[in-house]
């Protein structure tokens, strides 16, 4: 029998959750007056002012917090204790005044952008205010990283500094005593230490030492270049071993004259040999044909084998491709010499439709150095067919000539029926070499053997001359230039032209540089016992002055100069290039 007293579940559901709700009301009314930072129903206004945000605390503790972080202490408590630092006497003596450091001062807060006074309230008891006060102030010694062997201890009674007197001329002694003036070390404190004048010791009083007057002093000189002595340039003179001959004749240009200066060694003359390193450029595009092609490969195989042992060579073949012998310059030993016969034995014509590209392989013939001990040549063996084209002229006059830069000598071998001889002519007197020419194929041995033994010896490089007149109005002008002069071989004559407005005497200096040291010749140029020159000297001056015009024509690229050069020629029946 069931009673009606007896709970069912949703009786028993209800009364749970009714005690549940009552247990976590009451809890929450515990912490919301035990705790500081829980809700607060109430919403506070001060003054006037919307504060939402002071919902999160508490009045009371919220107050307190404010009042520590904001509040403003007392008049009593703003006023800082005057700050007075200890002095400590110091042996220091200085010749100056004092210097003065201004007394640190603590500027007010500023000013917050609201009331806060009407923030705060009541219950300041709960949290006590902190005062926030500086450390006190460390004594100021300016002078205690100073060396120790600047202090010294003077008599109190010194008080005014010596006089510092520069020139000093009655003395009598050769001690140096340093005076100074004693420091009153109860005036002195930080406080009053100005930094308007530099720190600096008293001047030394010199006792009977006679001292020079001090020099004007001067600004520093920039750092210039030392120029070596002649014995540091190891000069050798050799004026005496060389023999000179002069030829002239009047201009027919204009007033002056010109005149060939020709040096030739002493046969017994003993110089160091430059090292040689030869490149033999040889042509096999189809314009060549096959005879000349021949007597190239056996004209580049007897030279091979006139080479010291001491020189280095490489043979490169060369149409629109290049293909070398050896990687890099191999000396001529004999077996080298047997591997280049037979490399130039399988060399073949190239096809038809091929054509001489010449900047490829002489861009190769560039050293990245050259030693003082060494010299560069290239030979080549062409006909300069594409020198006929304007790109090319340009790739090999202008190009490849000024990344030469006189570095590689440059020959070449030719025929007289050759269309670009003049071009070819040019681009080699433009880098120290000179052009040899046939009129035969069976010509091209016996041209390159010749040309072989003329440079087999060389003893100096970079050659300058140099034209000083005797004459009050004398002026001489010297071909070819020191960047085109060729090179000094031995028991090769030497051959210097130029110009002159009258016929005084001058001296010509001739430099340059040899294996190990300078060459210096020096010579009396007179014309008393010169000879009268001829056809070949008008046509060598003719000659030179072309090179100019065609100097300029590479720069600018103006025909006129093409045109004056040719003008030049004309009467000699000398070919103009560029055509």
Known sequence: MNSPFKPTRRFLLSLCIVTSFSVHTGFLAFLQRHSLWFYSHATPHVAGIET???????????????????????????TPTPLTPTVEPTPLRLTHRSIN?????????????????????ANNDLFPIRNFTLPPLQPLDLFASLPHDLLASTPPEEKTPPEFLPNIENSSSNALIAEAPALDHHTLSASNIPFSEPLVLSAP??????????????????????????????????SNCFDSEVVFLPREDGPGYIFAITFVAHPDLD???????????????????????IASKNAV?????????DDSFNVLIFDSKVEKLFPTLTPATPQAQVRAETFLDKIILGSFFSFPDLYKPLLQTIPAEVQE?????????????????????REILHDWSLRNAGRTALYAIGMNSDQHLATLDTVCAFNKGRLYSSSTNRGIKRKLLKL????????????????????????????????????????????????????????????????????NIKKNISFLNAKKGGHTLRSEWALKQAYLQYELYVADDNPKHLEIAKSLLEPFDLQAAFE
């Not at 508490?58 to 009042?67: E, G, M, N, S």
């Not at 195989?301 to 042992?309: H, S």
């Open 52 to 78: 939402p945000w002071l919902q999160l605390t508490d009045k009371a503790p919220r107050d307190k917090i404010l009042r520590e972080a904001f509040e403003t202490p007392p008049a009593s408590e703003q």
């Open 101 to 121: 450091v201004p007394e640190p001062s603590i500027s007010p807060p500023l000013p917050l952008p609201f009331p806060i006074e009407q923030l705060l309230a």
């Open 205 to 238: 009083v010199l006792n009977e030492v006679s001292l020079p007057k001090p020099a004007t002093p001067t600004l520093p000189s920039p750092n210039m270049p030392q120029f070596p002595s002649l014995s540091e340039l190891e000069t050798v003179n050799l």
């Open 271 to 293: 110089l160091p040999k430059l090292r040689q390193n030869i490149f033999f450029l040889i042509d096999r595009s189809n314009s060549i044909q096959q005879d000349r092609l």
């Open 301 to 309: 195989e007897k030279a091979i084998n006139e080479l010291d042992a």
């Open 373 to 393: 001990n060494e010299l560069y040549t290239a030979i080549l063996l062409s006909d300069a067919e594409n020198l006929g084209k304007k790109n090319f002229q």
């Open 452 to 519: 072989i033994k003329n440079i087999k010896y060389p003893v100096a490089k970079n050659l300058a001359a140099t034209a000083v007149s005797r004459g009050p109005s004398g002026k001489i002008e010297l071909y070819p230039k020191s960047s085109v002069a060729p090179h000094l071989y031995m028991g090769q004559p030497y051959v210097i032209i130029g110009t002159t407005e009258t016929l005084d005497d001058f001296i010509l200096f001739v430099q340059g540089r040899l294996k190990d040291r300078w060459l």
